[in-house]
């Protein structure tokens, strides 16, 4: 190689290499410490999970309230499209206090000891009762014609009648 091929190939080579030495400090460095401090991390964190469902049905509960009593957490989650919910743990957590609540079922709570999980947690909740319609005290008159004579049945019958043919009046 002659003198000038010499110093042509160190004038091409040399900003390439510096090229390549800035774009790894600049790129490749960070990527590579983040990953590290995220694997850091993630030694000292753990992920709680579970799925919450129809006791009755088996079917998915979507938008339940979960909440979990464990210091570090959010407050509250709600369960997504598929019933799923998801809380990251910190590293000395080890029992938590989970409460799941949702629009027509009973509410749900239990203390779980984390650290020995491994499943997701699934909670089943267990629906409500409808709620049965409210007694009426229906009062007979109390004329002694209107009670002598009549049996029970049509004290009943004429209990139901007087139900329904009288309006009720809106209480204000």
């Known amino acids: 190689m002659d003198k000038t091929t010499k110093k042509a190939l160190i004038a091409v080579s040399f ?19 983040t990953k590290q ?15 919450v469902t129809n006791e009755a049905t088996g079917k998915v509960v979507e938008a339940a309230k979960v909440s979990l009593e464990a210091k570090g ?22 029992e938590i206090r989970i409460r799941v609540d949702a629009q027509g079922y009973r509410p749900f709570e239990r203390r779980i000891n984390v650290s020995a999980k491994t499943e997701p947690e699934d909670i089943r909740l267990v629906p409500l009762e409808s709620s049965p319609k409210p ?38």
Do not use: W
């Not at 390439?16 to 990527?31: C, D, E, K, T």
């Not at 995220?38 to 799925?51: I, L």
């Not at 009062?139 to 007087?162: F, I, M, V, W």
């Open 135 to 172: 007694l009426t005290t229906v009062t007979q008159p109390t004329s002694k014609k209107t009670k002598k004579g009549l049996s029970l049945e049509e004290q009943k019958n004429r209990a139901r009648q007087d139900l329904t043919s009288k309006p009720s009046s809106p209480v204000l």
């Open 37 to 51: 401090e995220s694997t850091s991390q993630s030694a000292n964190t753990s992920t709680f999970v579970g799925r």
């Open 73 to 94: 957490l959010p407050p509250v989650i709600y369960t997504d499209s598929e019933g799923r919910f998801s809380f990251t743990l910190g590293a000395g957590v080890h």
């Open 15 to 33: 900003p390439a290499m510096v090229a390549l030495l800035v774009g790894f400090f600049q790129f490749v460095l960070p990527l590579l410490i």
